[in-house]
């Protein structure tokens, strides 16, 4: 119960910032539009609206990792944590009131984004559906990254971290060309890291290449694991002063 | 009932902030904890509202340990920190509602009681304006409220008049006059006539350590001299030469 009061007060700071706004749901959409119309152009068919789509959707939760990130360094700095830390409010209160209402942020972005995709004439798929599942599932990383970053650093220094986040989650994507063109160590690197398999797992699911999902969803939920982990034992640490 | 505190320390790797800490604040009582930068006020604060875990030693407060059953004394406090601590995009109201909820008042409850703190801090006309909208002095009166509306036994206020207008000053001293001797607050400031107006016992604290307790008249006595600052200087010279 206490965990939803402390979820809702978190949506509303969220929701009720025009950024959420501006960077969360306008900015993807943006994409999504200017590289489609790119995409004409194009001799190959990385930009194909099928390619781009789940790509930019896996994109757009970066925006996600800066909303948890930015809130949770706001609320340390201001004292608001502290606050909250002198209540009887229980650790997974306060790590679930941050993590839950960034899941329906999630589906808004996901909705959002595929929404416009047909808009601008990708084809209808009903693998649509399961798609929504495992890119909620793929939130999570993003979400955890944000209780990472905002449990380890102050709100002015997330925006930093975050500059460099947004870069190596597209970069070593595979949003905006295929890794292979590079190949070598770039590419090695990049399969390291959970984003290039994120993305990997947004366009098969959506394809409806069901047996291509499943070994990049390992690698994200070992990774969402892991950053939870982590994240959790620094809050708890600083709980405990 | 009261809050005895027991030898309570705590060292960070290495360096004592707080040294075996023992005295007694009594039920209702109006105490003010004075020292300079780095005394270990803020830690003491802390170390009493659960915040952190003490080092050794303990503290009873009104009846449960704070090592022993942090859970039982988070019940009974609330703490209004330095900086104010308000909710940036929710209204005022919603912060009251937000704070009652989380100490177990359901919607109705939290509402009632929102509605009568707002009317009691001179906030009914700004309930739906954001938090960050608010000046300096109603986001103190927020903050303070915010830590009321738990209806807490024992109110820790840490420099809560830091940054504020005489006026405004003025106006919180009134608000916390009315409070004395409904609920236990312990205060810090850096405000000594704050001090002399508010407090009914003083402590006075010198790295990490208690160097002098008692009321403004007996501490008058015990230093000879006539004003709480001259008592609060000579006190910390002699602590610095011992």
């Known amino acids: ?241 | 009932m009261e809050i005895a505190i027991k030898e309570l320390t705590k060292t960070f790797k290495g360096r004592i902030a707080v040294d075996h800490l023992s005295l007694t604040i009594g039920q209702g009582e109006f105490f003010a904890l004075l020292g300079e930068n780095g005394a270990g006020k803020t830690t003491t604060i802390k170390l009493l509202s659960c915040l952190m875990k003490p080092t050794s030693g303990d503290a009873i407060m009104l009846g449960d340990s704070i090592v022993e059953n942090p859970q039982a004394v988070k019940k009974k406090l609330n703490i209004s920190p330095q900086e104010t601590a308000v909710a940036r995009n929710l209204t005022v109201k919603e912060n009251l509602e937000f704070i009652a909820k989380i100490y177990g008042s359901d919607k109705r409850e939290a509402e009632q009681k929102a509605m009568g703190l707002m009317d009691k801090f001179g906030l009914m006309d700004r309930a739906k304006s954001k938090g960050r909208t608010l000046s300096g002095g109603l986001e103190r009166r927020l903050s303070i409220a915010m830590a009321m509306i738990s209806e807490p036994e024992i109110i820790f206020l840490d420099e809560p008049t830091v940054g504020l207008d005489v006026r405004a000053r003025l106006d919180l001293w009134q608000i916390l006059l009315d409070l004395k001797g409904q609920i236990t607050i312990i205060l810090t400031t850096h405000y000594l006539e704050e001090v002399e107006a508010l407090a009914d016992r003083i402590g006075i604290m010198h790295k990490g350590r208690l160097h002098a307790l008692g009321t403004l008249e007996e501490l008058k006595e015990q230093t000879g001299q006539a004003k709480l600052q001259d008592i609060f200087l000579q006190l910390t010279a002699e602590a610095e030469i011992q």
Not at chain 1, 83 to 94: C, G, H, N
Not at chain 1, 134 to 144: R, W
């Open chain 1, 1 to 241: 119960m206490r965990a939803l009061t402390f979820a809702e007060r978190n949506r509303k700071e969220i929701l009720r910032d025009p950024m959420t706004l501006l960077f969360g749901m306008v900015l993807p959409l943006l994409m999504l539009w200017l590289f489609s119309m790119m995409a004409e152009n194009m001799p190959f068919d990385l930009f194909t609206l099928e390619k781009l789509a789940p790509a930019i959707i896996v994109f757009s939760f970066s925006f996600i990792t800066l909303f948890t990130g930015m809130l949770i360094g706001r609320d340390k700095s201001s004292s608001f944590l502290m606050r909250i830390f002198a209540s009887p409010m229980a650790a997974t209160d306060y790590l679930a009131g941050y993590a839950l209402p960034l899941l329906p942020i999630a589906f808004l972005q996901i909705t959002a984004c595929y929404g416009t995709a047909l808009l601008l004439g990708m084809p209808f798929t009903i693998d649509a559906i399961p798609a929504v599942g495992v890119l909620s599932i793929i939130s999570l990383l993003y979400i955890g990254f944000g209780l990472f970053f905002g449990t380890f650093f102050t709100d002015r220094q997330v925006g930093a971290m975050f500059a460099i986040f947004v870069n190596i989650t597209t970069w070593l994507s595979g949003t905006w060309f295929e890794l292979d063109m590079i190949g070598g160590t770039f590419q090695r690197v990049a399969y390291l890291l959970p984003f290039a398999h994120a993305v990997d797992a947004s366009r098969a699911i959506f394809a409806g290449d069901y047996g291509a999902v499943f070994i990049p969803m390992l690698w994200v939920m070992a990774y969402t694991a892991v950053i939870f982990g982590i994240a959790v034992w620094g809050f708890k640490k600083r709980m405990r002063g």
